[in-house]
């Protein structure tokens, strides 16, 4: 079977940063060490698959600490990477996830008065 990629940019850790995001639900992440230097772009990291767990609505669910998941099938956006390291992933418009590269575990963020579809930016 085919497998069918997508990508998008972003900045990590001040550096330009290209997410492949593939429909197997695993993520690669590369890296522009040195900037307009075609020979220092570099994997990164490779995120495996995950299915975040999508809230109740009707009831206030505290931060549920996931490991590697099924498959997910959905697209998903590499928003930006926090001081410890964590990266924070929007999934399919409707799910924060942070993703310890460490632990290679995932969390889904469970934010109490999120709408249900959303759109996240990082400035």
């Not at 998008?8 to 995001?21: I, T």
């Not at 001081?83 to 996830?97: A, F, H, T």
């Amino acid at each position: 079977s085919l497998n069918v990629c997508n990508f998008h940019l972003v900045v990590l850790d001040g550096c330009l940063s290209a997410a492949v995001c593939c429909d197997d639900g695993q993520v690669e992440i590369w890296v522009m060490k040195e900037y307009n230097v075609k020979e220092s772009w570099s994997k990164f990291l490779v995120i495996g698959a995950h299915f975040p767990a999508t809230p109740n609505q009707n009831v206030h669910l505290d931060s549920k600490i996931c490991k590697r998941g099924t498959l997910s099938r959905g697209r998903i956006q590499v928003l930006c990477m926090l001081k410890n390291g964590e990266i924070l992933l929007e999934y399919d418009s409707r799910n924060l996830v942070l993703y310890n590269p460490e632990s290679e575990k995932f969390e889904d963020l469970h934010i109490q008065g999120l709408p249900k579809w959303f759109s996240a930016t990082v400035h």
